[in-house]
T-cell receptor, first 111, second 112 residues
Framework: GQQVMQIPQYQHVQEGEDFTTYCNSS?????IQWYKQRPGGHPVFLIQ?????EVKKQKRLTFQFGEAKKNSSLHITATQTTDVGTYFC???????????FGTGTRLKVLA | DADVTQTPRNRITKTGKRIMLECSQT?????MYWYRQDPGLGLRLIYY???????NKGEISDGYSVSRQAQAKFSLSLESAIPNQTALYFC???????????FGPGTRLTVL
């Protein structure tokens, strides 16, 4: 079945450093979503990418969807302590329309 | 999100007991989902429903069943709970046009 892997599983950075998490699917995706889960909280939607090669920005966050629609990345510039949490990608299967979540990347930011 | 509520928020039960987790939403969304979250495994889809008469198995449906009683309500049942069903369970909703999923606060279930 479809699998969505994320790397790295954990990342510790100093405040002000950049951070990137990568998402890879075993199959071609219809679209991909990104979510953030704060410690003790629930996942919250960040963004959706639909087009091949699409790049979207939200302030310090840059999201990219690969040309083959099988991979995606989230890059945070100059991390802040408020960026702490787990970041999940979720890829939509083109046949069933259900979303498969990645394993997540837990980000810790050291002040 | 306050528009998606889950009850109970925490539950401790024993092996073999029947458990029901409930989810209600006031967002008017047709689509509802049940996920479980385990450390290092992310969110795994248990069941999903695209409307009241539609129920679909997700990645890990064995040992679970669901009921979509109304557009706003989607319940998850564990007929005979076992310890490896100890996890954090999330309900989520979405609509047909805006695909983003809105998650409830989660239910932490412990099976002893």
């Amino acid at each position: 079945g479809q699998q969505v892997m994320q790397i790295p599983q954990y990342q510790h950075v100093q405040e002000g450093e950049d951070f990137t998490t990568y998402c890879n699917s075993s199959t071609t995706l219809s679209n991909i979503q990104w979510y953030k889960q704060r410690p003790g909280g629930h996942p919250v939607f960040l963004i959706q990418l639909v087009k091949s090669g699409e790049v979207k920005k939200q302030k310090r966050l840059t999201f990219q969807f690969g040309e083959a629609k099988k991979n995606s990345s989230l890059h945070i510039t100059a991390t802040q302590t408020t960026d702490v949490g787990t970041y999940f990608c979720a890829g939509q299967d083109s046949g069933t329309y259900k979303y498969i979540f990645g394993t997540g990347t837990r980000l810790k930011v050291l002040a | 999100d306050a528009d998606v509520t889950q009850t109970p928020r925490n539950r401790i039960t024993k092996t073999g007991k029947r458990i029901m987790l409930e989810c209600s939403q006031t967002k008017g969304h047709d689509r509802m989902y049940w996920y479980r979250q385990d450390p290092g495994l992310g969110l795994r889809l248990i069941y999903y429903s695209f409307d009241v008469k539609d129920i679909n198995k997700g990645e890990i449906s064995d040992g679970y069943s669901v009921s979509r009683q109304a557009q706003a309500k989607f319940s998850l049942s564990l007929e005979s709970a076992i310890p490896n069903q100890t996890a954090l369970y999330f309900c989520a909703t979405s609509d047909l046009i805006e695909d983003e999923q809105f998650f409830g606060p989660g239910t932490r279930l412990t099976v002893l």
